[in-house]
């Protein structure tokens, strides 16, 4: 077992030093640096740390509901701005974040306890009747927002005057949007399907409820439900044999494509990712192609979403605890990894895989834990990173930022 985890282990990082310095050569004509910079930061070197950790698969971090998070209640202040260039970059292949330099503030909306932080500085103060924790930002300027309340779930919508309906039940603790933001959906703790159309007047059932337990939404599909979407939700069965499930209008089936056990997330142009395999110690996933496009497989990394523009892939570790993912990657279509950074045993550190958004086309922004700190780290496909919003101590199990579901909007909405 040991002799198996260093070859994996030393595997890895041999990768990691790889995929930095092809990625440098591969995204510098594509990738910005980071976003508004006077001065352009890129990875230097090869030099990793390598580490052997003998980690434990917590497949509930991807499948089931998460706790209620204690509520919070914060004074608004003003958005974070950017400052005056300090900090360093860690090492190559390190996920190290006790000391970056700050960037600008999110180009994102996004809430910190019940204060919403909107992208042009400004602040408000978050309505809804129970304690957020997930958010969808829909074209139409209406929010669906999933609340909580002494342990369960809800669904509150927003509409785009700011007045909010009466909270409902969710059966999940997650909500799924399409790229174009157009369509959101939730599940029912009956496993029937919702999904509202930002224009549309009321929320309705989509297709025949979804057998099974532990449901979790996958992606949404389409532009219109009028025409036709699609939303993807992966369940368990009573023997714990996870399934995927195709929910349409014309009824509910086990979705067959990709051998998925659980679809993470699909692009506008109809290219999706997923889990193929899942293990003790280790999954397996897939860029399922389409045409001549081959895709690709990867039991290195769990691929997670696509950015805005569909080219690139943020990807987890293959495996990880409880707490979170310590590690974090990118890939693009053709299968290059354009970096990787990892905890290390002096370095611990960990970041909100359910609450990590793409900030850009080449940007991911995630809630990252350090040092009894929380920080809000944007990553760069070139592997740098930054503070969008600087550290703060907090509790671990406390991630006080919540992103907004699928991203911002679209350019252009």
């Not at 930002?198 to 009028?226: I, K, Y």
Request: with cysteine.
């Amino acid at each position: 077992e040991l002799g198996t985890q260093l070859t994996r282990t030393l595997t890895e990082h041999a990768d990691v030093m790889s995929g930095s310095s092809l990625g440098l050569a591969d995204v510098k004509g594509r990738a910005r640096s980071i976003r508004r910079r006077r001065t352009a930061t890129a990875v230097a070197g090869v030099a990793a740390a390598v580490a052997v950790i003998v980690p434990t698969v917590s497949l509930a971090t991807h499948t089931s509901g998460k706790p209620e998070p204690a509520p919070v209640t914060q004074t608004p202040s003003p958005t974070q701005t950017a400052t005056a260039d300090n900090g360093h970059q860690p090492k190559p292949g390190v996920l190290d974040v006790s000391d970056l330099p700050t960037g600008d503030a999110p180009a994102l909306d996004y809430v910190e306890g019940r204060t919403f932080h909107l992208d042009d500085g400004s602040t408000g103060e978050v309505r809804s009747r129970y304690t957020p924790h997930a958010f969808v930002e829909m074209e139409d300027g209406s929010r669906v927002w999933l609340t909580t309340h002494q342990g369960s779930a809800y669904i509150e919508l927003q509409n785009s005057d700011g007045g909010f309906d009466a909270p409902v039940p969710s059966g999940s603790y997650d909500l799924a949007v399409n790229p174009a933001h157009s369509i959101a959906a939730w599940i029912s703790p009956a496993g029937q399907v919702w999904v509202y159309e930002g224009r549309a007047s009321e929320p309705r059932t989509w297709g025949a409820p979804v057998n099974g337990t532990e449901w979790r939404l996958g992606a949404v599909s389409g532009t219109t439900c009028s025409l036709a979407c699609t939303v993807y939700v992966n369940a368990s069965d009573a023997q714990g044999h996870r399934q995927v499930w195709e929910v349409t209008d014309a009824g509910t089936r086990q979705a067959r494509d990709g051998g998925y056990l659980v679809l993470n997330d699909e692009s506008e142009a109809g290219l999706s990712i997923g889990l193929t395999e899942i293990k003790d110690f280790s999954t397996c996933s897939k860029l399922l192609g389409s045409g001549e496009f081959q895709g690709f497989e990867t039991c290195e990394n769990q691929l997670q979403s696509f950015s805005p523009d569909g080219q690139l892939i943020l990807a987890l570790p293959g495996y990880f605890d409880g707490a979170g993912p310590g590690g974090i990657a990118m890939y693009s279509l053709d299968d290059t990894k354009l970096f990787e950074r990892s905890s290390t045993e002096h370095v611990q550190s960990y970041f909100n895989d359910l609450n990590t958004a793409w900030e850009d086309d080449t940007h991911v922004l995630a809630p990252t834990f350090q040092d009894g700190k929380w920080a809000l780290v944007r990553v760069a496909s070139d592997g740098s990173m930054e503070y969008a919003v600087p550290p703060a101590p907090g509790p671990y199990e406390d991630n006080p930022f919540i992103l907004p579901t699928g991203g911002g909007l679209p350019s252009g909405a």
